[in-house]
């Protein structure tokens, strides 16, 4: 079974202006602790994703595990270390295929039925949410509060990762309630170092 680290960064190309914010922003995030992150970009072209991707890759080196959102074909073509899957993308299990057994794979869910089926795939991790209301997709799934990840807690013995509007004043509570990590967008955007230290900070 997989070892998480509390913090599961996730860097959403929409959130910043250019290439080079979301660069600089990877490598403040890596200086404050961050040893994983996922790369989103639900927007982009495969040609631009793959060389957001590549940079990346470039810039972290084997000092950060790398996630790529949705696509496992550009997963492989980045050398990333894994693949982050929704309910409407390719199933676990046709992702499993393409990347093989040594990558991670995530998939997210967002009630317990989805959780109870995650379960049973072969997913390293599942992720649930959103926890708390958030900013960062435009048609959210409803709120499963801290209520959710206690029930997500009693049905899988995979690594938990609680997402949605969790930040440093809340993240506390989400690792109490039995999430093993905690993935965090929009708190780590304006003082990505700073950030990240004090998320690490507050959950030890």
Not at 7 to 22: C, H, Q
Not at 89 to 115: C, F, M
Not at 172 to 192: K, T, Y
Request: hydrophobic residues 40%; contains cysteine.
């Amino acid at each position: 079974m997989i070892q998480l680290p509390r913090l599961y960064a996730i860097l959403d190309s929409s959130s910043f202006s250019d290439n080079e914010a979301l660069f600089s922003t990877a490598e403040e995030l890596l200086a404050g602790g961050a040893t994983l992150l996922q790369y989103r970009n639900k927007k982009g072209n495969a040609r631009e994703m793959l060389a957001q991707a590549r940079e990346l890759k470039r810039r972290l080196g084997p000092s950060a595990r790398l996630i790529m959102n949705d696509r496992a074909d550009l997963c492989l073509a980045a050398e990333f270390d894994g693949v982050h899957v929704g309910q409407e993308d390719l199933s676990p299990e046709g992702v499993r295929k393409i990347i093989g057994a040594r990558l991670w794979l995530g998939v997210s869910t967002h009630n317990t039925d989805q959780v109870k089926e995650a379960d049973k795939t072969s997913a390293d991790y599942i992720a649930i949410g959103p926890v708390f209301s958030t900013a960062s997709k435009v048609n959210p799934d409803p709120v499963v509060g801290l209520a959710g990840i206690r029930k997500a807690r009693s049905l899988t013995r995979k690594p938990l990762v609680a997402i949605g509007g969790i930040n440093r004043a809340n993240c506390l509570s989400v690792i109490e309630a039995g999430a093993d990590s905690v993935a965090v967008i929009s708190d780590l955007v304006r003082q990505p170092r700073k950030s990240a230290e004090e998320i690490l900070s507050i959950l030890g």
